[in-house]
């Protein structure tokens, strides 16, 4: 079993539609939460970061932690174009381990 | 500020071909680690270093191997390359060595082995 699971999609969605992107995780060590996007031929950049479950909110973007469910969310409002990219979502426990990635396209 | 640099973007080469890989950190991050994507996967862990000595290693073979300098920039070898070592190679800076440190990326060297 994988440390983390994570939906490759693709997901394609209309311009201004609400996104949900999902991860789930089978250890309870981790600790650190994060989500990463990925533009083609890019490296990763950061998006959130979270520790503890909860909700953490950066704009559009809103990042969900069910420490109990082992189960991470990111949700994106008022989708647009420009969002269009993989997006990882990133766990660690004295290392990182990162999810397959999921390919979102906000179609016009 | 200048975010994580990663020298060359592109690089062909041959099986069985030796290649090195540079990254610099971002200023005043001392942790540098090394991260394999193949396409369609999320990054895979290689290496970690932290005021030049290692910190942790991945599942990879002894044919890669890394070190870092004490200016904080950081080279990935890999020796006796394969076909299968065709990947996106991702170096990560952060400030400190542990999880709560999260990882900024570079944007990679694209390693294709022919």
């Known amino acids: 079993q994988k440390e983390v699971e994570q939906d490759p999609g693709p997901l394609s969605v209309p311009e201004g539609a609400i996104v949900s992107l999902n991860c789930t995780y089978s250890?309870?060590?981790?600790?650190?939460f994060m989500w990463y996007r990925q533009y083609s031929r890019k490296g990763p950049e950061l998006l959130m970061y979270t520790y503890s479950s909860g909700n953490k909110e950066d704009g559009r973007f809103t990042a969900q932690v069910d420490k109990s469910s082992k189960y991470i969310s990111l949700f994106i409002r008022d989708s647009q174009p420009s969002d269009s990219a993989t997006y990882l979502c990133?766990?660690?426990?004295?290392?990182?381990?990162f999810g397959t990635g999921t390919s979102l396209t906000v179609i016009p | 500020d200048a975010g994580v640099t990663q020298s060359p973007t592109h690089l062909i080469k041959t099986r069985g071909q030796h290649v090195t890989l540079r990254c610099s950190p971002i200023s005043g991050h001392k942790s540098v680690s090394w991260y394999q994507q193949v396409l369609g996967q999320g990054p895979q862990f290689i290496f970690q270093?932290?005021?030049?000595?290692?910190?942790g290693r991945g599942n990879f073979p002894d044919r890669f191997s890394a070190r870092q300098f004490p200016n904080y920039s950081s080279e990935l070898n890999v020796n006796a390359l394969l076909l299968g070592d065709s990947a996106l190679y991702l170096c990560a800076s952060s400030s400190g060595t542990g999880s709560e440190s999260p990882l900024h990326f570079g944007n990679g060297t694209r390693l294709t082995v022919t």
């Open positions: 990133a766990m660690s426990r004295n290392q990182f381990y």
């Open positions: 250890n309870s060590a981790f600790q650190y």
């Open positions: 270093y932290y005021e030049k000595e290692e910190r």
